[in-house]
């Protein structure tokens, strides 16, 4: 099944409201039936573009990683759903809710069915008077033979934290590196 993650802190700004991390998710374009697509803009726009959405808040996420569900989550998951599309997008009755949940949670697993922590991303346009969704996954480098896991798949830059008090004082402007080499 999918679940929210959050990699940096940009869904929070990005859209109206974010999901929080380890939600699980459905793609959430039910949420724009019926809506004026062309008239969105700013982060409602955003998150037609490009947000998931978490079944405990309906807030969007920019990715979803496979994850595996146990059966008694799948119901509770089911029931969150239907519970949220009565009481906030008016279902008629929690039999229309609970099919409907259902059918967006086997939609949501079947764009899950990748190994276990595979990133999926979504790109949702509205082409012809229809929502359309394109799909991609982000799976992580293998390892290199003798690779340590900081350095397994080495980028030019890495972050790290530093918790020391008598850490160095130093800086470096890349950006005026850039402009005083050209």
Do not use: C, N
Request: zero cysteines; hydrophobic letters at 45%; aromatic letters at 8%.
């Amino acid at each position: 099944m999918l679940r929210t993650i959050r990699l940096d802190p940009s869904d929070t700004f990005v859209f109206p409201v974010a999901a929080e991390p380890g939600e699980w998710a459905v793609t959430g374009s039910f949420l724009f039936w019926g809506r004026d697509v062309d008239a969105l803009a700013g982060k409602e726009r955003a998150a037609f573009r490009s947000g998931f959405a978490g079944i405990a808040s309906l807030g969007f996420s920019t990715l979803v990683v496979a994850q595996p569900m146990r059966p008694g989550e799948h119901e509770a998951a089911v029931d969150a759903l239907a519970r949220q599309l009565i009481d906030r997008l008016g279902a008629p009755d929690i039999d229309a809710a609970r099919a409907a949940a259902t059918e967006e949670l086997a939609f949501a697993a079947s764009l899950a069915d990748h190994d276990e922590g595979t990133l999926v991303a979504m790109h949702r346009t509205f082409e012809g008077g229809e929502i359309r969704e394109q799909y991609r996954t982000l799976k992580p480098r293998e390892r290199a033979a003798g690779a340590d896991s900081l350095h397994a798949q080495a980028r030019a830059f890495t972050f790290h934290e530093v918790v020391e008090d008598d850490a160095p004082d130093e800086r470096i402007d890349l950006i005026d590196m850039m402009t005083t080499r050209r």
